[in-house]
């Protein structure tokens, strides 16, 4: 996947100020880099996110340099979900870092026709490795998983030299019947009897 550019401007004013003016307020640092106050033109930034996630890969051009960088953090408002503020780590493309990246569940419509649930517990993993070892997402098949199966750390497939840094058997989803539910409900309801009415 291409790494997506953004361009970083300079910020001497306060991030609510920013906001204010259109701009999404950011820090960027890095090892042996002072964190330093950014802001982005929020258009491009709203597309990078959209077509790359919340944890992409980045070529920040800021006056004549550019440098890779990853997003860390993307703070959203708690009611409206607009962007508020952002964290950006610059990093050596052969540098060692720990990062969260998303978890993505492929052929859950296999599941639907079974009339089955995916019970998820974690959207995310953090793992350790170079910008260009660590991938972009994890995928996960659930094509042919059936109820009572469980997924656990330990089923991920990573590239050489990514490493998930969580133990190996939690779970990250469990795949369970999706009527169970209502079957107890049902079956609660034809076993109420009624009763007579005292006068």
Same mark, same amino acid.
């Given at each position: 996947? !291409?790494? *997506?550019?953004?361009? !970083? ?5 306060k991030?609510?100020?920013a906001? %204010?003016?259109?701009?999404?307020? %950011?820090?960027?640092?890095?090892k042996? /880099?002072k964190?330093?106050p #950014?802001?982005?033109? =929020?258009?491009p ?10 944890? %992409?890969k980045?070529? #920040?051009?800021m ?8 997003l860390?953090? #993307? ?7 607009s ?8 990093v050596? !493309?052969?540098?060692? /870092?720990?990062? $969260?990246?998303? #978890?993505?569940? +492929? ?6 026709s ?6 998820? +517990? ?11 070892? /660590?991938?972009?997402? /994890? $995928?996960?098949?659930? *094509?042919?998983?059936?109820a009572?199966?469980?997924i ?10 990514? =490493? ?8 990250? %989803?469990?795949i369970?019947y999706?009527n169970? =539910?209502?079957? !107890?409900?049902?079956?609660?309801? $034809?076993?109420? $009897?009624s009763?007579?009415? =005292?006068?």
């Amino acid at each position: 996947m !291409a790494i *997506a550019s953004i361009n !970083a401007l300079p910020r001497d004013e306060k991030a609510k100020k920013a906001r %204010a003016e259109g701009f999404i307020p %950011a820090i960027i640092y890095g090892k042996d /880099i002072k964190p330093t106050p #950014v802001k982005f033109e =929020e258009g491009p930034i709203k597309k990078v996110i959209h077509q790359h996630g919340e944890r %992409a890969k980045v070529k #920040v051009h800021m006056g004549n340099e550019e440098s890779l960088g990853v997003l860390k953090a #993307v703070d959203r408002h708690p009611t409206k979900g607009s962007i508020v503020h952002m964290d950006i780590q610059l990093v050596k !493309a052969d540098q060692k /870092i720990n990062w $969260e990246i998303p #978890v993505a569940f +492929n052929n859950t419509e296999n599941l639907d026709s079974k009339k089955l649930i995916l019970q998820i +517990n974690m959207d995310q993993i953090e793992v350790s490795g170079t910008p260009s070892q /660590i991938p972009d997402k /994890i $995928e996960i098949d659930v *094509a042919d998983k059936e109820a009572g199966d469980t997924i656990t750390i330990g089923d991920l497939k990573l590239p050489e030299g990514v =490493e998930i840094l969580k133990e190996t058997g939690e779970p990250i %989803a469990v795949i369970t019947y999706g009527n169970m =539910e209502e079957e !107890a409900d049902d079956s609660n309801e $034809e076993s109420v $009897e009624s009763e007579p009415i =005292e006068e």
